[in-house]
C-alpha cells in the first residue's frame, strides 16, 4: 500500500495538526468553515463539559443528534474521554428497536422519546454552543492526547436492520485503525496528502464515520452537505475523495454535470450494475470502487465491472453448503468470512452470535462462489429466493426489469398473505409520485405473469428504507397490510 497509514488517534492527529498547521481548514459546512485550531478548541471544551456531567472511561454513550458538526464534536470528546460511542437515530431510541438500550447516557441535541429510566440526558445545542468560549492554549491540547487502548472498546456499529431490530456489535480500537487502513488502501494515490472528504450522511453509517476520521488523521477537510448541493461542491475542486450509497450515485449521475472530475469515490450498499458504472465514469468521475462489505466484517472485496470481486488483504473467504460444509471452488454456496477487521460477535444477543458467528468465520446470508482463491463473485441472499404456494421466484432478474420500466424508480418482490390469508407475491413499485402509478398494470403484468399468475401490485411514493439506502421489508409489508379491507 502507498501512502501514510493511521497510527494517532484521531483525537492525538487533531491535537498534532492544531500545533503544527492551527490555520489549515479542517471543516467546511456551507458558509461557515472551521481550522484545525478551532476544532480542536471545540472539542476541548465539549470534553469539559462532558467530564463536568460524570462521562467517563468505559461508558457506552449513544449520540443522537442531526447536527452533523455537532455531533462529530460529542464523538470526539467522547474518544478523548475513553468512553464508547453508538451513533443513533431518533427512531431508534424507542421500541421495538431501541439501541439505545446499550447506552449508559444518550446526549440529544433534540427532544428524545423516553428509553430506560435513568439513561438519558438531553444536552440543547443551545447549552452545547454556549461552552464555546476563547480559544483554548497549547497547554489545553493534552487533553486530546491520551492514548487508547488498543484493545479497548471505542465504537458500537450497528448491522443494517433491513429484516428487523438492528444488532450490535463492538469496535476495538485496533480494529478501528486497521478499517482506516482498508478504506486508504485502493484511495491513498488519488486523495492527496490533505484530501477534501464530501460528507453527504449522518456518523451512525459506518463508512462515513471512519472516513471522517480518516480525513481528519491525515489534516485534511471535512466537507458537510447534502446530496442536492453534492454537484455543486464537487465543482468548486476542493473534494477529492467520496462516499455514495448506491442510490445517491444513480441520483448524482442523473443530475447535470459537466463531465468526469478527479476524485475517488467509494461505493457501497449494494451492487453497481454496468450500465451506472459506465454512467458514472462518464458523467461523474473514472475513479469508481465499488465494494462488497458487511458492517460485521467491514471490506471484503473490490468488485470490477464484471462484478468478480477481488478479496481485500487479510481478508479470507469460504464457500459452504447449508450443512456447512465446503465447497470447492466454482460451486455456489452460503459465505463464510474471516478477516482482521471482523467483529466476534453481537452485544446483548447470544442466539444471534452463536448462528452468524461460526468456528472463527462469520456466516453470512450472502451466496456466491470463488473462481479462484483470491475472488469473489456473489449472486444473492439466501433468504430472497421466493416461494409462492410451492413456485420458486428469483427475484433479481424481475426486479431488475420493473426497474427498466419508465415511471418506477425502484421496485421489490415479497411473499404476503393477502385478505383471505392465501399467500400471494407482492410487487412493491417505487414512484416518486402519490398517483403516480394507475398506468404501470399493463407494463408490470407482462413481466409478472412469467412467474405468477396472481400478484397484488402495491405503488408507494418512496419507499421505507434503513439509513443505508436499504429497503426496510417490514415496512413493505406493513404498507400492504394498510390497504387490505378493515386495516
Not at 482506516?180 to 462515513?208: K, T
Request: charge should be neutral; hydrophobic fraction near 40%; aromatic fraction near 6%.
Amino acid at each position: 500500500m502507498n501512502g501514510p497509514t493511521p497510527l494517532l488517534s484521531t483525537c492525538q492527529a487533531l491535537a498534532s495538526h492544531a500545533r503544527q498547521r492551527p490555520d489549515a481548514l479542517a471543516i467546511s459546512n456551507g458558509q461557515s468553515t472551521c481550522t484545525y485550531r478551532g476544532l480542536a478548541t471545540h472539542v476541548v471544551q465539549i470534553l469539559d463539559a462532558l467530564a463536568g456531567i460524570g462521562i467517563s472511561r468505559g461508558q457506552i454513550i449513544g449520540v443522537e443528534t442531526t447536527d452533523r458538526y455537532l455531533h462529530l464534536l460529542l464523538l470526539l470528546a467522547c474518544e478523548a474521554l475513553g468512553a464508547t460511542t453508538m451513533s443513533l437515530l431518533p427512531f431508534e431510541l424507542a421500541p421495538p428497536l431501541n439501541p439505545g438500550r446499550l447506552c449508559d447516557r444518550i446526549l440529544a441535541s433534540e427532544a428524545t422519546p423516553e428509553p430506560a429510566a435513568g439513561k438519558t440526558f438531553v444536552m440543547t445545542r443551545d447549552w452545547l454552543v454556549k461552552t464555546f468560549t476563547a480559544t483554548v492554549g497549547d497547554h489545553r491540547l493534552e487533553a486530546l492526547e491520551v492514548t487508547p487502548d488498543p484493545d479497548g472498546l471505542v465504537r458500537l456499529i450497528k448491522s443494517s436492520g433491513t429484516t428487523g431490530r438492528p444488532k450490535v456489535m463492538g469496535m476495538t480500537f485496533r480494529v478501528q485503525q486497521r478499517t482506516l487502513r482498508n478504506n486508504l488502501l485502493y484511495a491513498a494515490d488519488h486523495i492527496g496528502a490533505h484530501p477534501g472528504y464530501l460528507c453527504l450522511y449522518h456518523f451512525s453509517i459506518r463508512g462515513c464515520h471512519t472516513r471522517a476520521w480518516l480525513t481528519l488523521q491525515l489534516g485534511g477537510t471535512i466537507h458537510f452537505a447534502a446530496l442536492e448541493t453534492a454537484r455543486n461542491v464537487i465543482a468548486t475542486g476542493s473534494i477529492t475523495y467520496a462516499l455514495l450509497l448506491t442510490g445517491d450515485l444513480e441520483k448524482l449521475v442523473g443530475l447535470a454535470g459537466h463531465g468526469p472530475v478527479n476524485i475517488h469515490i467509494d461505493v457501497i450498499g449494494a451492487a453497481v450494475s454496468p450500465r451506472l458504472r459506465r454512467d458514472a465514469e462518464r458523467t461523474l468521475s473514472k475513479r469508481l470502487l465499488v465494494s462488497y462489505g458487511t458492517n460485521e466484517v467491514h471490506h471484503v472485496a473490490v468488485v470490477d465491472a464484471n462484478m468478480v470481486g477481488v478479496l481485500f488483504p487479510h481478508v479470507r473467504v469460504m464457500i459452504v453448503d447449508p450443512a456447512g460444509n465446503p465447497l470447492p471452488f466454482g460451486e455456489t454456496g452460503l459465505i463464510r468470512i474471516q478477516s482482521d477487521t471482523m467483529a466476534t460477535g453481537y452485544l446483548d444477543a447470544p442466539e444471534q452470535t452463536a448462528a452468524a458467528f461460526v468456528g472463527g468465520w462469520y456466516q453470512t446470508n450472502d451466496l456466491g462462489h470463488q473462481p479462484s482463491p483470491t475472488e469473489l463473485v456473489v449472486s444473492g441472499r439466501t433468504d430472497d429466493m421466493l416461494n409462492v404456494g410451492g413456485l420458486k421466484i428469483p427475484p433479481g432478474p424481475v426486479i431488475e426489469q420493473l426497474k427498466a420500466i419508465d415511471g418506477i424508480l425502484d421496485a421489490t418482490i415479497a411473499t404476503v398473505r393477502d385478505a383471505s390469508g392465501c399467500e400471494v407475491l407482492l410487487v412493491a413499485v417505487e414512484t416518486g409520485l402519490d398517483d403516480g402509478a394507475s398506468d404501470l398494470g399493463p407494463l408490470v403484468s407482462p413481466i409478472i405473469r412469467h412467474y405468477a399468475s396472481i400478484y397484488q401490485l402495491l405503488p408507494l411514493r418512496v419507499f421505507p428504507r434503513t439509513e443505508t439506502g436499504k429497503i426496510r421489508r417490514e415496512g413493505i409489508e406493513e404498507a400492504y397490510r394498510r390497504t387490505l379491507p378493515g386495516h
